[in-house]
């Protein structure tokens, strides 16, 4: 069972770089969800899609956008990455909002650093 | 503002010794108050869900509760194993996930 896939595991990109972290699901889950860790600070939620065709901003999407491309893959783009931008991002689904079943199945993360 | 806290930040126990993590939350419309492991290089880990308070709920040597403003996850006779980042998470504002920043638990053997 592969879950939440997201790719690539590892970046380094060098200020006003860009490049897109893509995330991928196989549980027929309609909500998608774009986080960043950071030490002391928690996942933080960048952008969301409650379902195909939808996006929504979240705590921090300055410097981000997505595409939900259809029902299992979910991008985020960062068109001139930023020092402040080096985190740990994981892609999440979730079945249903608001359902009885609602929780986040969680992707393995992709660490990156911007120079 | 919605927030939630988590404490303590680091926790260190010897196995055997029991003890609890703390969750509160000031969040309008609470829809639900998750709890998450994360072990070190990988994503969270679902592992409970409550809803209103006084419900509690079981899973291995973990079980937790809530009230109306908090939760605690009681960790009974912790192994190493046990030795993870747990986080908290509140449902609130359709499809927004507010999350602490997590107690990290080390269970020296």
């Known amino acids: 069972n592969a879950g939440v896939t997201q790719t690539p595991k590892f970046q380094v990109l060098k200020t006003g770089q860009s490049m897109t972290l893509q995330c991928a699901q196989d549980m027929n889950h309609n909500s998608m969800y774009w986080y960043r860790q950071d030490p002391g600070m928690g996942l933080r939620l960048i952008y969301y899609s409650a379902s195909e065709g939808t996006t929504d901003k979240g705590e921090v999407p300055n410097g981000y956008n997505v595409s939900r491309l259809n029902k299992r893959e979910f991008s985020l783009r960062l068109e001139s990455a930023a020092p402040s931008q080096t985190s740990v991002y994981f892609c999440?689904?979730?079945?249903?909002?608001?359902?009885?079943?609602?929780?986040?199945?969680f992707g393995s993360g992709t660490q990156l650093s911007v120079l | 503002e919605d927030q939630v806290t988590q404490s303590p930040e680091a926790l260190r126990l010897q196995e055997g010794e029991s003890s609890s993590l703390n969750c509160s939350y000031t969040v309008s419309g609470l829809r639900g108050l998750f709890w998450y492991r994360q072990d070190p290089g990988k994503g969270p880990e679902f592992l409970f869900t409550l809803y209103s308070a006084g419900e509690e709920k079981e899973k291995e040597r973990l079980k937790a509760t809530l009230t109306k403003k908090e939760s605690f996850l009681h960790i009974t006779a912790p192994k190493p194993e046990d030795s993870a980042t747990y986080l908290c998470s509140t449902g609130a504002n359709f499809n927004k996930f507010y999350f602490g920043s997590g107690t990290k638990l080390n269970v020296k053997p």
């Open positions: 999440a689904s979730s079945p249903e909002a608001g359902g009885a079943n609602e929780k986040l199945f």
